[in-house]
């Protein structure tokens, strides 16, 4: 099964949700505000995804983190910065099997079908 891991009101979440309805698609969404994932999670996701595409550097969060927050994000601790601000996250992260996606485009879409 899918899981789809996101923010409720965010519009790229809503998106990815009502095309895996639509494609009649099992999947378990989980919002990162509600039920953040842990350091091990993260770690995970960057070895699979990659710090460039995991950190929203365009984000609110971003542009209000301090200088000492955001140089975390440059070193290590990247995993323990996203654990500690969830909505530092690109959304939505998708994770089939050990396959860790992030963002929703075709490429998404064509491994959601397989």
Same mark, same amino acid.
């Given at each position: 099964?899918?899981?789809?891991?996101?923010?409720?009101?965010?519009?790229?979440?809503?998106?990815?949700?009502r095309?895996?309805?639509?494609?009649?698609?099992?999947?378990?969404?989980? #919002? !990162?505000?509600?039920?953040?994932?842990s350091? @091990?999670e993260i770690?995970?996701? %960057?070895?699979?995804?990659? *710090?460039?595409?995991?950190?929203?550097?365009?984000?609110?969060?971003w542009?209000?983190?301090? #200088? !000492?927050?955001?140089d975390?994000a440059?070193? @290590?601790?990247?995993?323990?910065? %996203?654990?500690?601000?969830? *909505?530092?996250?690109?959304?939505?992260?998708?994770?089939?099997?050990?396959?860790?996606?992030?963002?929703?485009?075709?490429?998404?879409?064509a491994?959601?079908r397989?």
């Amino acid at each position: 099964m899918i899981e789809l891991v996101g923010l409720k009101n965010c519009d790229s979440c809503r998106a990815a949700r009502r095309w895996l309805d639509a494609e009649d698609i099992a999947y378990r969404f989980r #919002d !990162i505000r509600e039920s953040p994932p842990s350091v @091990k999670e993260i770690k995970t996701w %960057l070895a699979s995804a990659g *710090t460039d595409r995991l950190l929203n550097r365009r984000s609110t969060t971003w542009r209000n983190l301090s #200088d !000492i927050d955001r140089d975390q994000a440059e070193t @290590k601790q990247v995993a323990a910065l %996203l654990s500690d601000n969830p *909505t530092l996250i690109k959304r939505p992260v998708i994770i089939k099997g050990n396959q860790v996606m992030v963002g929703f485009d075709a490429t998404t879409q064509a491994a959601c079908r397989t």
